[in-house]
């Protein structure tokens, strides 16, 4: 069994070696959020003025509050937030644009309350 001392040691030089290796800031107009299956989706600037993303940092915000110091949580798992990018890259209907918008404010999309409650369990089990 590792020593306490040795085990901070070798945890803190993983941690460097994994920060170097994928940096945490994005590239000239991109910025950085996360899902909540923790995918990291570097994101253009452009994004903040459509309406279907606005509408998903809406309900990041009364989902998980305002980031702080910490990673922009998207209310949703990968496969949504890429099926989101994908129709965000193209002129959408009007219908269809209003049905988005509907979708992500009501139903959400997204599985982001069942993921929590997993991610919510989880930390009680491994914390006992």
């Known amino acids: 069994m590792m020593s306490p001392k040795k085990l901070v040691k070798k945890l803190a030089a ?3 070696t994994a920060s170097t ?4 800031v994005a590239d ?3 910025f950085v959020a996360y899902t909540t299956d923790c995918e990291r989706f570097v994101l253009p600037l452009t994004y903040l003025t459509n309406p279907i993303f606005q509408a998903m940092l809406q309900v ?3 989902e998980f509050g305002l980031p702080g110091n910490g990673p922009i949580m998207l209310p949703s798992d ?3 937030m890429e ?3 994908s129709l965000m890259q193209r002129p959408l209907s009007e ?3 209003k049905a988005l918008l509907v979708s992500i404010t009501t139903d959400r999309c997204l599985t982001s309350s069942l993921v929590q ?3 919510t369990q989880q930390l009680l089990v491994s914390t006992c």
């Open 95 to 97: 219908d269809l644009q």
């Open 117 to 119: 409650q997993e991610l």
């Open 83 to 85: 099926y989101l990018m």
């Open 60 to 62: 990041s915000e009364d």
């Open 28 to 30: 000239k107009g991109h």
């Open 21 to 24: 290796s994928r940096s945490s």
């Open 78 to 80: 990968g496969a949504c």
């Open 14 to 16: 993983t941690r460097s």
